[in-house]
């Protein structure tokens, strides 16, 4: 199931900027997707212990961590801000150009972008975010399945994400794009106990 469309107008991010705050969208191709309400707390906390893992490995590089909500504009050319039709909040994302860094957030593909799966948004992060990311060309894209216990990783080679690789998470996953970077689930999944099913 996929997340509900806002109408079935096509937007930029000129008009995305005047909405207002009460809701969250994403657009993808000029197509306005309703963001999930709040996530459970083992999203958060998932999202979060990721976040500060690699806030701390990044620490005196170039590299910059961000949680979100921060808006990335994803232009498919040279395209004014105003006429950009593809805005998403992705969960963790690292920027390791300053360029791409702005008041607004950013511009241009992350260095690597993470996904913390949740019923609601997992079919809309699989499909429509993976060929965004991918189109956009995001070096690494994680998706983290937090009730299976399993991250799906892609790295982008060329213009195209390789076949995804899907790992446990029963040891430390590394970052392909920045070498000696890993995160380890361990002490996380001791703290967040697995679904009921």
Same mark, same amino acid.
């Given at each position: ?49 990721? *976040? ?25 050319? /040279? ?74 990783? *892609?790295?982008?080679?060329? /213009? ?36 009921? *099913?």
């Amino acid at each position: 199931m996929g997340l509900p469309q806002r109408d079935s107008a096509l937007h930029t991010y000129a008009e995305y900027l005047t909405w207002p705050d009460d809701a969250r969208y994403e657009l993808i191709d000029g197509v306005a997707y309703l963001m999930a309400p709040a996530p459970t707390l083992d999203h958060q906390d998932f999202v979060g212990e990721i *976040y500060m893992q690699l806030r701390r490995a990044l620490d005196g590089t170039p590299c910059r961590v961000f949680i979100a909500p921060v808006d990335v504009r994803l232009p498919k050319a /040279n395209e004014a801000d105003e006429q950009i039709d593809t805005v998403v909040q992705p969960d963790v994302l690292v920027v390791c150009q300053e360029s791409k860094l702005d008041r607004r957030g950013v511009r241009g593909a992350p260095d690597l972008v993470i996904e913390v799966l949740s019923p609601s948004s997992a079919t809309h992060d699989h499909l429509m975010k993976r060929r965004a990311y991918e189109r956009a060309r995001v070096r690494e894209y994680w998706l983290v399945h937090p009730s299976d216990r399993m991250v799906t990783l *892609y790295l982008l080679e060329g /213009n195209e994400f390789s076949k995804p690789e899907v790992r446990d998470l029963s040891r430390p996953t590394p970052v392909g794009i920045l070498p000696g970077v890993c995160i380890a689930w361990d002490a996380l999944l001791e703290r967040v106990p697995p679904p009921e *099913y």
